[in-house]
């Protein structure tokens, strides 16, 4: 069995890598919505680089596309960032480097998998650093994509290897280049291919668990890395497209939540060479996966529920209809004597798989409702319903000025 992107020469492949607020009917303690005001994800959730999701995850393609999932050619292209040199940098590669600028090039794609020895790519990648350079100062540079364990070029024939291929190879490279150089060699980006092959279907933490490896071997040898090339290629035959689709997202989450990492690449856009699910249909349109892919963020919570304790909190609970995501909560509140609800506080839940909030604190008296919705590092979903509306009632404490703990008539018929 041959690695998914292991292709003969001729398909050598090129390397960039490519709310509305639901109105609500008012309760008979309350007659009007505010509206929340536009508000961007705290930093803490939202990537340290200026990558738009689109330049995130790009997909291969055998021509380019801009939109709305960027494509990445096995070719010189003045519309992409990462640029594919097939091996060797030719006058036509040079004169590209000259007229443009700053761009980040590649040098060929799995050396690993053409039994190419990390001596000898090392010497490659050298002669590469040198001609580019010498066009282009500013020029960026990656070595090819490693490949995951896989049979190719291992010694047993048909018996799966990790000291040919994935971090290996990777580390291989490197002492050889210093070995050879004196010098670790000129990395912009680090680059890692990883089908999940070895993986059973749905099995996200195996595979996470590697890229979460080559990503920190990234850092620990000078730069981030680029998920080169991705797609679960043995999974489609064992599962629905709804349950990829779910994967699809979840493994979405994990990687653009990772500062390590500055893209991933999906194989493949169209249908190529072995790419068992691709995005885009013969005739240009989207598939199930493709509109996955360009929008992941379409679930919306359900079975939005709010509850009150005697020491005046309230917690908001619901359903979640995907695993993918983290979930931020709003807390609306109407006054004693306000006839509008205001939102008073956000809270966000600490990953994926989240279900409720922790318990939020209001005054005495405050008729709380909530709604909720998941966000990742690029942007945010449509808003959840809103949940009813629970009084925040303290033992012992006045409610309206009068008996301790009393409430306003109709929210004691659960009106309110």
């Known amino acids: 069995?041959?690695?998914?992107?292991?292709?003969?020469?001729?398909?050598?492949r090129s390397a960039i890598?490519?709310?509305?607020?639901?109105?609500?009917?008012?309760?008979?303690?309350?007659?009007?919505?505010?509206?929340?005001?536009?508000?961007?994800?705290?930093?803490?959730?939202?990537?340290?680089?200026?990558?738009?999701?689109?330049?995130?995850?790009?997909?291969?393609?055998?021509?380019?596309?801009?939109?709305?999932?960027?494509?990445?050619?096995?070719?010189?292209?003045?519309?992409?960032?990462?640029?594919?040199?097939?091996w060797y940098t030719d006058q036509a590669t040079l004169a590209f480097a000259r007229a443009n600028p700053g761009r980040l090039y590649i040098l060929g794609d799995e050396p690993d998998q053409y039994c190419t020895s990390p001596y000898d790519y090392a010497?490659?990648?050298?002669?590469?650093?040198?001609?580019?350079?010498?066009?282009?100062?500013?020029?960026?540079?990656?070595?090819?994509?490693?490949?995951?364990?896989?049979p190719h070029c291992c010694p047993v024939p048909d018996v799966p290897?990790?000291?040919?291929?994935?971090?290996?190879?990777?580390?291989?490279?490197?002492?050889?280049?210093?070995?050879?150089?004196?010098?670790?060699?000129?990395?912009?980006?680090?680059?890692?291919?990883?089908?999940?092959?070895?993986?059973?279907?749905g099995?996200?933490?195996?595979?996470?668990?590697?890229?979460?490896?080559?990503?920190?071997?990234?850092?620990?040898?000078?730069?981030?890395?680029?998920?080169?090339?991705?797609?679960?290629h043995g999974w489609p035959a064992k599962e629905s497209t709804a349950l990829f689709q779910e994967h699809l997202k979840q493994a979405m989450g994990r990687l653009s939540n990772d500062q390590r990492i500055n893209a991933a690449t999906y194989w493949s856009y169209e249908k190529w060479i072995e790419s068992p699910r691709p995005l885009a249909n013969d005739d240009g349109s989207l598939t199930a996966e493709g509109q996955t892919y360009a929008n992941p963020l379409t679930d919306t919570p359900v079975d939005i529920t709010i509850?009150?304790?005697?020491?005046?909190?309230a917690k908001l609970r619901w359903g979640n209809t995907t695993a993918a995501w983290a979930a931020e909560a709003e807390f609306w509140v109407q006054s004693p004597g306000s006839g509008s609800f205001v939102l008073q506080k956000s809270e966000f839940s600490g990953g994926p798989g989240a279900n409720q909030t922790l318990p939020v604190a209001f005054n005495n008296g405050d008729v709380v409702k909530a709604r909720v919705r998941y966000y990742n590092a690029f942007?945010?979903?449509?808003?959840?319903?809103?949940?009813s509306t629970v009084s925040m009632?303290?033992?012992?404490?006045?409610?309206?000025?009068?008996?301790?703990?009393?409430?306003?008539?109709?929210?004691?018929?659960?009106?309110?």
């Not at 069995?1 to 050598?12: E, Q």
């Not at 290996?168 to 990395?187: E, I, K, M, T």
């Open 123 to 150: 010497g490659m990648y050298r002669e590469f650093v040198v001609s580019i350079r010498g066009a282009d100062p500013t020029a960026r540079l990656s070595p090819a994509g490693f490949a995951e364990p896989n």
């Open 393 to 416: 009632t303290k033992t012992g404490d006045s409610v309206d000025g009068g008996v301790p703990g009393k409430r306003p008539l109709l929210c004691s018929l659960k009106l309110c």
């Open 1 to 12: 069995m041959y690695h998914p992107t292991s292709l003969p020469s001729k398909y050598v």
């Open 379 to 387: 942007g945010q979903a449509s808003w959840s319903e809103f949940s």
């Open 203 to 232: 099995d996200l933490s195996g595979w996470w668990a590697r890229i979460d490896a080559e990503a920190k071997w990234s850092v620990a040898h000078g730069a981030n890395m680029v998920l080169g090339g991705w797609g679960f």
């Open 307 to 313: 509850s009150g304790s005697s020491s005046g909190t």
């Open 17 to 86: 890598i490519p709310a509305a607020l639901l109105a609500v009917m008012a309760s008979a303690c309350s007659d009007e919505l505010v509206t929340s005001p536009t508000r961007a994800l705290p930093a803490q959730v939202g990537r340290n680089a200026n990558v738009p999701f689109n330049r995130f995850f790009t997909a291969w393609s055998q021509k380019y596309v801009s939109g709305p999932i960027q494509t990445q050619i096995f070719g010189l292209d003045v519309r992409m960032d990462r640029q594919f040199v097939n």
């Open 161 to 201: 290897c990790s000291n040919i291929h994935g971090i290996a190879y990777a580390d291989n490279f490197y002492s050889a280049y210093v070995q050879r150089y004196g010098s670790p060699p000129p990395v912009d980006e680090w680059r890692f291919d990883d089908f999940g092959v070895a993986f059973d279907a």
